[in-house]
């Protein structure tokens, strides 16, 4: 993932609405991912993640998708709360070289749930 | 149990002083993360320390610098303050990164958000 641009994505979302936030990224060596929810003037927090020899993993109301193939990773929301709004990043991880040790974040998107 | 800590949680410095902030990983954890989150350009990696030693460096000048303490919590410099210095910096740890053989979570603080007038 990149973070670039000041212009997030939105996704808005009706209450109760399933959601889904994608995520391409840039790196065909990264072996890790991560899902982080940032609400308004917190800091991001760890959502769930996966691992790159799989190809879905579950958590409590949210899913995450892997498609190493077109370097892609989704993050699904079963029904949808209020609390849920706020701007999710997906973060990739390399293991080697240089970039030991960082994580790499995508732009964002802000998801916004509405009664 | 506690989370990552840090501390002051808002900082207001005029250009070309200096900024110290601080960071308290969670208990175990190893691994300290420094991030610059300026408004609009989403998380740029800052610095990683683990086990008191420097083990990665972002794109940032050496005006940001920073160490590590045996009881692993850590501190971030920022030297001769710039207006786009003004930022929400996170700080994150995770236990020790282990290479190739184990990926390992980043849990992150609130945030220590700077303002350079």
């Known amino acids: 993932g990149e973070s670039v641009g000041l212009h997030l994505p939105t996704l808005s979302v009706q209450e109760g609405d399933n959601s889904i936030i994608n995520c391409a990224y840039s790196n065909s060596a990264s072996d890790y991912f991560i899902w982080y929810k940032q609400e308004s003037g917190k800091g991001p927090q760890f959502i769930i993640d996966?691992?790159?020899?799989?190809d879905k993993r579950q958590g409590q109301r949210v899913t995450v998708l892997l498609n190493k193939t077109v370097k892609h990773l989704s993050l699904q929301i079963a029904a949808t709360q209020p609390g849920d709004s706020a701007v999710y990043f997906c973060a990739e991880k390399v293991p080697r070289g240089s970039t030991l040790g960082r994580l790499y974040f995508g732009r964002g998107t802000q998801l916004t749930v509405w009664p | 149990e506690a989370g990552v800590t840090q501390s002051p949680t808002h900082l207001i410095k005029t250009r070309g002083q200096q900024a110290t902030l601080r960071c308290s990983p969670i208990s175990g954890h190893t691994s300290v993360y420094w991030y610059q989150q300026a408004l609009g350009l989403g998380l740029q990696f800052l610095l990683w320390?683990?086990?008191?030693?420097?083990?990665n460096r972002g794109n940032f000048p050496p005006r940001f610098s920073g160490r590590q303490f045996p009881n692993y919590s850590s501190e971030l410099n920022v030297n001769a303050l710039e207006l786009e210095d003004s930022a929400l910096y996170l700080c994150a740890s995770s236990t020790r990164y282990i290479l190739q053989h184990m990926n390992t979570e980043a849990f992150f603080g609130q945030g220590t958000r700077l303002t350079v007038v």
């Open positions: 320390y683990d086990e008191g030693e420097e083990r």
């Open positions: 996966i691992r790159s020899n799989m």
